[in-house]
């Protein structure tokens, strides 16, 4: 069966540090994948997406980066940290259009 | 524009009681519907999907959801709602073929009374 890993699941960092989150899939191929940001009490907000190695789709002009360097593995990167980066960061998959997205369970990245 | 809308914030109801949920979106064509359930913390857990054919879809946990085309509706239910129940739900869409254009309602906050 697929799975899907975040990590780490909570995070606290000085303002103007880097950022690296990590996501992998496992049992399937090819999927597209995605990374969210949901602010406390409200609701998602698409920040990336890929459907294959290297591509990547910003949904949002920001301070973050994503990247696929392998098929299943999916990283939100940022240089220099802001306060307004606060919030819960989701990973996402799906096999096609016409699947739904399956989450991983999120990392709460707090921001000093 | 495309949006899909949830126009309850925030519901209350007792244990036992029954539970409508509530998702509206305008979309040109019949989109891909789901309901998705979040606990505190923890990320989102697909309850059920509508891609065609019988409007009544079953899912998991005991709920269901009925789209309306009609009412460019798909609202979530329960006849009997558990404790455990209380969570944050999602509505959200997908066009056929597209990759990225899935929308997520706001999200309606469960609150379950004893």
């Known amino acids: 069966s697929q799975t899907i890993h975040q990590w780490p699941a909570t995070l606290v960092q000085p303002v103007g540090s880097p950022l690296s989150l990590e996501c992998t899939v496992e049992?399937?191929?090819?999927?597209?994948l995605y990374w969210y940001r949901q602010a406390a009490g409200r609701g998602l907000q698409l920040l990336f997406y890929s459907v294959g190695i290297g591509q990547i789709s910003s949904e949002v002009p920001q301070n973050l980066s994503a990247s696929r360097p392998q098929d299943r593995q999916f990283i939100l990167s940022s240089k220099k940290l802001l306060l307004s980066d606060s919030g819960f960061y989701l990973c996402?998959?799906?096999?096609?259009?016409?699947?739904?997205?399956?989450f991983g369970d999120g990392t709460r990245l707090s921001i000093l | 524009a495309q949006s899909v809308t949830q126009p309850d914030i925030h519901i209350t109801v007792s244990e036992g009681a029954s539970l409508e949920l509530r998702c509206n979106y305008s979309?040109?064509?019949?989109?891909?519907l789901f309901w998705y359930v979040q606990s505190p913390g923890q990320g989102l857990q697909l309850l059920l999907k509508?891609?065609?054919?019988?409007?009544l879809v079953q899912g998991i946990k005991g709920f269901e959801a009925e789209f309306k085309r009609s009412q460019s509706s798909f609202n979530l239910r329960k006849p009997s709602v558990h404790w455990s129940d209380a969570a944050e739900y999602f509505c959200?869409?997908?066009?056929?073929?597209?990759?990225?254009?899935?929308?997520f309602g706001a999200g309606t906050r469960l609150t379950v009374k004893p």
């Open positions: 979309y040109g064509a019949t989109p891909y």
């Open positions: 049992g399937t191929s090819n999927p597209n």
């Open positions: 509508y891609f065609s054919g019988d409007t």
């Open positions: 959200a869409v997908a066009l056929p073929y597209n990759n990225n254009d899935m929308r």
């Open positions: 996402a998959w799906r096999t096609g259009s016409n699947q739904p997205q399956h």
